[in-house]
Each structure stands twice: as structure tokens, then as C-alpha cells.
């Protein structure tokens, strides 16, 4: 009888320390639910533990939330250490493309693309500077020069034979 309730207890016990453990699902959630601190706490801790094989998925989601947040040297500290430590993982072969651009970033002290920039062929008038400024259209591009017409081939001169020979 007191094998049996130690052992209960012991069971309610692990199951208690698995449900207040630190895990990536909860800070996953956390992190969609826009709590980045909060999912933030969850992975270091998770980290600081020794559970081995949440440290790839802990490192990726710790170095998508410090990208979220601009805090680049952060996020190379984690993707670096997740494609040191964990090379073969699938959450080290999904973040290898943007490890470098990464790197390059932390590296010039630059800000990171916001996207594609516009190219622009030909400058833009300013902007009207008052309410009642007349508004035009933009000019209209100049069309294009229409191809010279086909040059006709001469044709022979009727009854001519041309023989050539040495």
C-alpha cells in the first residue's frame, strides 16, 4: 500500500514538472500569440536546461524572435550556435540561407532591406505644393521610331546571262 502511493505521487510529481517545464510549443505559442518576451524567458530557460534534443528548435525560434525584434547580433548568436552545434537538423538546414546575409548585416552595422527598392526610368515631377496647385497627368513617354521599310531585293534584267569563268 505505501509502494503504491509513493508511486502515485511520484507520478503526479513528473507529471506537474512536465506540465511547468519549459518547452518550444509554449513558447511557440507565446511567440504567435505576439508575447516575444514572454517566448523569449520560455527558450532561455529551455536552453539553460539540459534537454538536448530541444536546443535546435529552441535555438530557431530564439533567433526568429531577436530577427522580429532587429536585434541582429542576437540572432547570429543563436542561428550561429544552432549551425555549429546542430548542422544536420532540419531547423539548421532552414535557416542557412539567411545565416549569411545575416552575418553581412552584424558585420557592416547596416539596417536591413525593407524590400525591393523602385527603379525609376525617368525622374518624377514634384508633388503640387499647395491644395489648389493644378494637378497634371504625367507626361506621356515619347512612342518609338517606326522600322525602316524592307529594302526590296533588284531583281535580274530580263535576257541577261551572266557567264563567269577562267
Known amino acids: 500500500m ?25 513558447a511557440q505559442e507565446l511567440y ?21 534534443a530541444q536546443r535546435a528548435p529552441a535555438l530557431a525560434l530564439l533567433g526568429r524572435i531577436e530577427v522580429d525584434q532587429e536585434n541582429w547580433q542576437a540572432a547570429l548568436d543563436a542561428w ?44 518624377t515631377p514634384p508633388p503640387p505644393t499647395s491644395p489648389t496647385a493644378e494637378i497634371t497627368a504625367p507626361p506621356e513617354p515619347a512612342p518609338s521610331p517606326a522600322p525602316p521599310p524592307p529594302t526590296p531585293e533588284p531583281a535580274p534584267a530580263a535576257g541577261l546571262l551572266l557567264i563567269g569563268g577562267w
Not at 546575409?101 to 525617368?122: D, I, R, S, W
Open 80 to 123: 550561429g550556435e544552432l549551425a555549429d552545434r546542430h548542422a544536420l537538423s532540419a531547423e539548421a538546414t532552414a535557416i542557412m540561407p539567411a545565416l549569411r546575409p545575416l552575418q553581412a548585416l552584424v558585420e557592416c552595422g547596416c539596417e536591413a532591406p525593407t524590400g525591393p527598392e523602385p527603379v525609376l526610368a525617368e525622374a
Open 2 to 26: 505505501l509502494n503504491r502511493a509513493a508511486f502515485s505521487a511520484g507520478a503526479w510529481l513528473l507529471a506537474a514538472a512536465v506540465c511547468w517545464a519549459a518547452s518550444v510549443e509554449r
Open 32 to 52: 504567435l500569440s505576439g508575447d516575444l518576451d514572454g517566448a523569449r524567458g520560455e527558450l532561455q530557460e529551455l536552453l539553460a536546461g539540459d534537454d538536448a
